[in-house]
């Protein structure tokens, strides 16, 4: 009862505003719902405070990921709600990119839409939250070498999740990699299945098997229609 009701302070507090967040959308909504395919990954830059936790841990620009599960849908692992699918209106107003998987058999396709959607109803993974809240207050000077076991995040029960974990169990579920660990053995790199619990949102951008699919050239950029202001502008206003 206790560690149910500081969870629940714990994620208000956590989904609040973060103070130093001045992220804009990059492209247009209209050109990213366009360009968005079934069983793509859209990485998103959130505007919460466990999303500045996140970011600085992964050294990234992104704090959450969902899967794109066509017809306007997403599904994701959220902090309240646990696996849920939302429209994609909800990131509207937010910095995303989209992280395709490449040559994916139809039938494969199938299969793991099917996976990630019986995942729904599961419930976003506690220990998670605390391992979040411990590096914002205030956060921390955690090291590069140390950063990816910070990351270790969650309590490795199966029946908990959080929002990049469930997406890579869902794409290891058809064999189709992440971002595995590569190992020497008698003389011969192998590759291994990364534990989903080490997955970051980043790690579909930094993954040599996603290609980086930007909305304005999915749909057709042309440089020459673009009219530029001569005028060379120092400041930014992000208001």
């Known amino acids: 009862m206790i560690f149910q009701i500081i969870s629940r302070l714990l994620i208000r507090y956590l989904e609040l505003p973060s103070s130093n967040n001045s992220s804009v959308p990059t492209s247009i909504f209209e050109y990213l719902k366009q360009t968005l395919q079934v069983g793509d990954v859209l990485l998103v830059e959130g505007k919460q405070k466990f999303s500045?936790?996140?970011?600085?841990?992964?050294?990234?620009?992104?704090?959450?990921?969902?899967?794109?599960?066509?017809?306007?849908?997403?599904?994701?692992?959220?902090?309240?709600?646990?696996?849920?699918?939302?429209?994609?209106?909800?990131?509207?107003t937010y910095h995303t990119r989209i992280c395709r998987p490449v040559n994916l058999k139809k039938q494969d396709l199938d299969s793991m839409i099917e996976y990630v959607q019986k995942r729904q109803g599961l419930t976003y993974d506690l220990k998670n939250i605390f391992d979040l809240a411990k590096y914002l207050f205030p956060v921390p000077i955690v090291p590069n070498r140390w950063k990816r076991r910070v990351l270790e995040f969650g309590s490795h029960d199966s029946t908990k999740v959080i929002c990049s974990s469930v997406i890579a169990q869902a794409f290891q579920f058809i064999r189709y990699p992440v971002l595995p660990l590569e190992s020497c053995v008698d003389g011969k790199?192998?590759?291994?299945?990364?534990?989903?619990?080490?997955?970051?949102?980043?790690?579909?951008?930094?993954?040599?098997?996603?290609?980086?699919?930007?909305?304005?050239?999915?749909?057709?950029?042309?440089?020459?229609?673009?009219?530029?202001?001569?005028?060379?502008?120092?400041?930014?206003?992000?208001?």
């Open 52 to 92: 500045s936790a996140i970011k600085y841990l992964t050294q990234s620009n992104w704090s959450h990921a969902a899967l794109y599960l066509g017809n306007g849908e997403l599904i994701e692992a959220d902090l309240k709600l646990g696996v849920i699918k939302v429209n994609i209106n909800k990131y509207q």
């Open 189 to 239: 790199n192998k590759l291994f299945i990364r534990h989903h619990s080490l997955f970051t949102p980043s790690d579909f951008d930094r993954s040599p098997y996603f290609q980086i699919v930007k909305p304005t050239i999915a749909v057709g950029f042309n440089y020459q229609e673009i009219d530029l202001n001569q005028e060379n502008r120092m400041e930014l206003n992000y208001e």
